[in-house]
């Protein structure tokens, strides 16, 4: 646990595995990074599962003001998220309003997702360093796509996109992985940027939602 705490208080320190280069051109034709391919398939089965016990998805909030939560972070508990044999990792039910929050001046857009259905966040992961029993991974997200959402007197397709890869840690029916905010399209067009890849650590931040959670 000391190192899964570590771990999350790093991320919001603005230290982040999101920064991090990927390392797929590294890897060998079956995906594996310099991991024994058994030890990579017996470890992704030992981290394969439902996670639905003491789940939390923390974020930066900057309408907090609470003197005893200086970090602005905020939470949501109760999500769920499943990894799966196939390297398949998916975030049920995350509602719009987390997703929104960092869209600025544009209030239709945000209200718009903010009032959709909760959506699913699907990614793949990649383990790069299995290690003790800790397993370190890539996260790779598809973009969240809401068709037909009403705003601005019609109908439009909005399009929500991470940068990628992002980074998880598993260990001992426990996990804990991030996603990052990047780029908001409207009808296939860019209409706002929300984290361009930068050093800036606030930035990182704000753009960062991230999960914890434990398995059966």
């Known amino acids: 646990m000391k190192k899964m705490t570590k771990f999350l208080m790093l991320l919001f320190c603005g230290i982040t595995v999101f920064s991090m280069t990927s390392c797929l051109n590294d890897s060998d034709d079956d995906g594996y990074v310099g991991i024994d391919p058994t030890t990579y398939a017996n470890f992704l089965a030992s981290a394969s599962g439902n996670y639905n016990v003491g789940t939390k998805l923390y974020f930066y909030n900057d309408t907090i003001t609470a003197e005893n939560n200086k970090s602005m972070t905020d939470s949501i508990m109760g ?11 998916v975030l049920y039910d995350v509602p719009g309003r987390v997703l929104a929050k960092e869209i600025k001046n544009n209030e239709p857009l945000k209200m718009a997702i903010e009032e959709a259905e909760p959506v699913d966040i699907v990614s793949k992961i990649l383990f790069y360093n299995i290690t003790q029993g800790y397993g370190y991974y890539y996260v790779y997200s598809s973009s969240v796509i809401y068709n037909n959402l009403e705003f601005n007197g019609g109908k439009h397709k909005v399009e929500l996109q991470f940068y990628i890869p992002s980074g998880g840690l598993y260990y001992n029916k ?4 991030t996603y990052c905010l990047s780029n908001v399209k409207v009808d296939d067009k860019n209409a706002y940027q929300i984290y361009d890849g930068s050093n800036d650590a606030l930035a990182q931040r704000k753009a960062v ?8």
């Open 209 to 216: 939602l991230q999960f914890v959670g434990t398995k059966y």
């Open 174 to 177: 426990q996990t804990t992985f």
């Open 79 to 89: 999500l769920r998220a499943v990894i799966a044999k196939d390297s398949s990792l």
